[in-house]
C-alpha cells in the first residue's frame, strides 16, 4: 500500500511546509517531523511579486512563487508536503493585553486541563472590530489565589484562577488571501503565524526570552518585531518600512535603476557612514545605455544610514509607547531578516540602542546536515522558526485540521507558553 501524500512509508512520520511569504522572495523550507522533532529536507525560494508590505495584494503571483519555490524544496526533500504553514505581516496586525478569571472546578482535586481552557476561552472574549479575527491568544504568566508568576498552572491545588494573555488580531481578509494562495498551490493549510513570531523562535536563546529580548526581523517591505521577557510575548508590531525603502532611497540618491540600487545595497552598503574611508568607491555595472561607473561608497552610506536610523528610531518608539523600558530588557537586540546583512548594522543598533546590546540572529535551525547549514542565516529565520513551531503544534495537538478561509488558527493559542 502506498504512502499517503506528505506521509513517509513510516506513519509516524509527515512532511510538513514552511512557507514564508515576503515581500522580497517566498520561501519555502520543507521539514521531515517525527514524534516533534523536525528535520530540515529541503528548501527553495522565488522572487516575490505579489506581496506588498507584508500583505498579498496579487494572489496569482503569489502562487506561483510559491509553486516555483516548493518545486524547489520538494525536488531537494524527495517528496512533496500535503500541508503548510505560512508567515503573516502588515500594518493590520495588532495586539492587546487581555486577563480572565475563573472559578476552579473542583479545588479538592486541583487545576485541569479543562480549567485552563475555559481561562484561556474566556480572555478571548474581546470586542474586536468586525474586519479583524484573532491570530494568536499567547499566555503570559497564570495567578492561582493572587499568587503570581505561573507557567503551568495544571496540576496546581487553589480555588481561583487567572490567566493575562497577549491577543494578536489580524485583517480577516488579510488572513483569506494567505489561506487562499496556498490552497491555489494544491496546498493545505494548517496555520498562519505572525513573522515576528515565527523569527524570535528560530533565534532568541532560552536566557534571551527570560531576560528580555527584541528581535527585530528586517524583509523587504517590512520590520517585524517581538518582544518577550520573562519566558512570554510582551509586545508585536510591523513597521511598513524596510529593504526596499532603502534601495528606492539609493536609487532615487544615485539615480540608478532599482536592481542595481539592491545590488549596490548588498555589495557595498555599510550602515555607519563614519567607518568608510574616503577613497573607497563602488562600480555601478553598465546597464540599459548607461555606461559603467563609480560611486564614493561614503555617499552610499550617508543614504543608506539615515534610513536605518529611521527604522530603528520606530522600534524604539513602538517600546516606549508599550510601555517597555529598554533597561528591562537585558537580552539585548537580535537581528534577523534580509537587511541584517547590511554591514555594520549591529554597531549602528547599539547607538542607536543605547542601553541594549545587539547580535545577528542566526542558528536554532531545525536539524537536517547540509540543508539546515544552509538555513543558519538571519535572512532564513522566519521559515525555520515557522517550521519548529508547525512541529510543535502537530506533538501537542496532533494533526491540524485544515484553517479554511474564513477560520482563526486556534491551534496557536497559548502555543508559545511553554517554549
Not at 472559578?103 to 479543562?114: F, K, L, P, S, Y
Not at 513551531?389 to 496532533?398: C, I, P
Amino acid at each position: 500500500m502506498s504512502a499517503a501524500p506528505g506521509t513517509r512509508a513510516d506513519a509516524a512520520e509527515e512532511l510538513l511546509a514552511a512557507v514564508d511569504l515576503g515581500s522580497t522572495k517566498v520561501e519555502v523550507l520543507i521539514g521531515l517531523a517525527r514524534d516533534g522533532v523536525v528535520t530540515a529536507v529541503g528548501s527553495g525560494s522565488a522572487p516575490s511579486h505579489g506581496i506588498t508590505k507584508g500583505a498579498v495584494v496579487n494572489i496569482e503571483a503569489t502562487v506561483e512563487a510559491i509553486g516555483k519555490a516548493m518545486e524547489a524544496a520538494a525536488a531537494q526533500a524527495g517528496g512533496r508536503p500535503a500541508v503548510a504553514y505560512a508567515t503573516i505581516s502588515g500594518n493590520h496586525i495588532h495586539n492587546v493585553s487581555s486577563q480572565a478569571t475563573v472559578a476552579v472546578a473542583n479545588r479538592d482535586h486541583g487545576i485541569t486541563e479543562e480549567d485552563f481552557r475555559r481561562v484561556i476561552e474566556q480572555a478571548q472574549n474581546i470586542s474586536l472590530p468586525s474586519d479583524h479575527q484573532i491570530l494568536h491568544a499567547i499566555v503570559q504568566e497564570f495567578s492561582v489565589d493572587n499568587q503570581d508568576g505561573i507557567q503551568n498552572p495544571v496540576g496546581m491545588y487553589g480555588g481561583k484562577l487567572e490567566a493575562r494573555v497577549r491577543i494578536v488580531t489580524g485583517a480577516i481578509t488579510c488572513v483569506q488571501n494567505v489561506v487562499r494562495s496556498l490552497e491555489r498551490a494544491g496546498l493545505q493549510c494548517g496555520g498562519v503565524i505572525l513573522q515576528a513570531l515565527a523569527a524570535e523562535r528560530a533565534v532568541l536563546t532560552h536566557e534571551e526570552r527570560e531576560l528580555g529580548a527584541v528581535c527585530l526581523d528586517l524583509g523587504g517591505g517590512t520590520t517585524d518585531l517581538a518582544v518577550v521577557s520573562g519566558k512570554a510575548l510582551r509586545h508585536t508590531a510591523v513597521i511598513t518600512m524596510g529593504g526596499h525603502q532603502i534601495s528606492k532611497d539609493i536609487a532615487f540618491g544615485l539615480r540608478v535603476p532599482f536592481a542595481a540600487a539592491e545590488e549596490l545595497k548588498r555589495s557595498a552598503g555599510c550602515c555607519v557612514q563614519t567607518n568608510v574611508r574616503d577613497e573607497e568607491v563602488a562600480t555601478i555595472p553598465a546597464a540599459a545605455g548607461r555606461a559603467a561607473r563609480t560611486v564614493p561608497v561614503k555617499m552610499l552610506a550617508r543614504i543608506i544610514e539615515p534610513r536605518i536610523e529611521e527604522i530603528l528610531d520606530l522600534v524604539k518608539e513602538q517600546l516606549r509607547s508599550a510601555g517597555i523600558a529598554e533597561e528591562s530588557l537585558g537580552g539585548g537586540v537580535v537581528l534577523t531578516g534580509g537587511s541584517a546583512r547590511l554591514p555594520l548594522l549591529v554597531e549602528k543598533a547599539e547607538q542607536v540602542f543605547e542601553q541594549l546590546s545587539a547580535r545577528i540572529g542566526e542558528g536554532a535551525a531545525p536539524e537536517g546536515g547540509g540543508v539546515a547549514g544552509a538555513l543558519a542565516g538571519p535572512e532564513h529565520a522566519a521559515a525555520a522558526g515557522l517550521l519548529l513551531l508547525a512541529a510543535e503544534q502537530r506533538r501537542q495537538h496532533g494533526p491540524a485540521r485544515p484553517a479554511g478561509v474564513g477560520g482563526a488558527m486556534k491551534w496557536l493559542r497559548g502555543l508559545f507558553k511553554e517554549s
